[in-house]
């Protein structure tokens, strides 16, 4: 006989390996076959979607993972979007470009990390305003580099003549699989020891000194990664956008990027990718409804997720199967409360 694990055959049917074998085979034959049947605004939608998923991954590493406030997402997304447009412009690889653009937002967030990390509470997220901050004016002024107020674009994602694709089915599948490698890597890495000792960091710090884990070693590390994973975002949004300028770098874009991954869900992969649907598709449609109401209407759907859903959308099925349980529960012990009234 074959065997069989403990508890294998009682396991929830959504949980079994060949379930979910077969749950990733299909999700990933939709998101292969689904561009050639959506007009054009979708399939750019669409890649912008998983542009910002990545963002938001991202930011939940430092925030989710880590529970360190970073309000300057944003900075290492515009920082790689700028490296990419240069790279391209010099005629660069786009090998090369797409290294480049992550190490050095990588260096970067590492060396912000070296000194925010010793801080905590509001004092890193001080820090972390003034990235934005600091980078508008600044991309302003390195005109030579950066095209200043008029910003740059850089032309590199049409799809080869040889392909027979059309351009913006090509971008959509640069960004669906460099996305989707950037969230495999990102996943194995938060379920594994790793994201075990950040689990423990964000617990409660002493707790993890005394294990021997270095908390500050682990935030300089989560950082890093983020501020990586922020670079690949920028050479993402370039595939897809092909223009950036200082506007890139608003510090209310990361403020959006906060709110996307509240609703989206804090620390969850899924929750990421759900954080991205919500920066590109709910302001398009709060535009639609009433443009002034924008903000208003966005700020309503953010206390809504935060009072129902503490956990964002990503917590909503968890949250379902709790709620059934009690049910199920309560009914058990109303049928048998007669039986046990009876005497013995």
């Known amino acids: 006989?074959?065997?069989?694990?403990?508890?294998?055959?009682?396991?929830?049917?959504?949980?079994?390996?060949?379930?979910?074998?077969?749950?990733?085979?299909?999700?990933?034959?939709?998101?292969?076959?689904?561009?050639?049947?959506?007009?054009?605004?979708?399939?750019?939608?669409?890649?912008?979607?998983?542009?910002?998923?990545?963002?938001?991954?991202?930011?939940?590493?430092?925030?989710?993972?880590?529970?360190?406030?970073?309000?300057?997402?944003?900075?290492?997304?515009?920082?790689?979007?700028?490296?990419?447009?240069?790279?391209?412009?010099?005629?660069?690889?786009?090998?090369?470009?797409?290294?480049?653009?992550?190490?050095?937002?990588?260096?970067?967030?590492?060396?912000?990390?070296?000194?925010?990390?010793?801080?905590?509470?509001?004092?890193?997220?001080?820090?972390?305003?003034?990235?934005?901050?600091?980078?508008?004016?600044?991309?302003?002024?390195?005109?030579?580099?950066?095209?200043?107020?008029?910003g740059t674009s850089a032309r590199f994602s049409a799809a080869p003549d040889w392909t027979g694709v059309p351009n913006d089915i090509w971008q959509y599948y640069i960004v669906l699989v460099i996305a989707a490698i950037v969230f495999l890597l990102v996943r194995n890495l938060v379920h594994g020891k790793f994201g075990r000792a950040l689990a423990i960091v964000k617990e409660n710090e002493a707790v993890a000194s005394s294990m021997g884990i270095s908390p500050y070693r682990y935030k300089v590390m989560a950082f890093t990664i983020a501020a990586m994973v922020g670079g690949v975002s920028g050479f993402l949004y370039m595939v897809v956008v092909q223009y950036t300028s200082p506007e890139t770098l608003s510090f209310h874009h990361s403020i959006s990027l906060l709110a996307s991954m509240v609703i989206g869900g804090a620390g969850s992969i899924v929750g990421s990718v759900i954080g991205g649907a919500y920066y590109v598709l709910v302001p398009n449609v709060t535009n639609e409804i009433n443009a002034t109401l924008t903000s208003l209407i966005q700020g309503v759907i953010l206390l809504v997720v935060l009072f129902v859903l503490p956990g964002g959308i990503a917590s909503l099925p968890r949250v379902v199967r709790r709620l059934l349980r009690r049910r199920g529960g309560s009914g058990d012990r109303t049928a048998t409360a007669p039986v046990d009234d009876k005497p013995q």
Do not use: C, H
């Open 1 to 150: 006989m074959t065997p069989t694990r403990p508890g294998a055959a009682s396991a929830p049917l959504w949980r079994r390996p060949w379930v979910q074998t077969a749950i990733v085979v299909a999700v990933a034959l939709v998101l292969l076959l689904a561009p050639w049947n959506l007009d054009v605004a979708t399939n750019q939608a669409l890649a912008r979607i998983g542009v910002y998923a990545v963002a938001v991954l991202g930011l939940n590493v430092i925030m989710g993972y880590t529970g360190q406030v970073s309000l300057g997402q944003i900075f290492f997304v515009g920082l790689g979007a700028y490296v990419t447009a240069y790279g391209v412009n010099e005629g660069w690889n786009v090998v090369v470009v797409f290294a480049l653009a992550v190490l050095l937002a990588g260096i970067t967030g590492y060396v912000i990390a070296l000194a925010a990390a010793r801080l905590g509470g509001l004092a890193i997220a001080m820090v972390t305003i003034a990235l934005p901050i600091i980078g508008v004016p600044l991309a302003k002024r390195l005109s030579e580099w950066t095209g200043g107020s008029q």
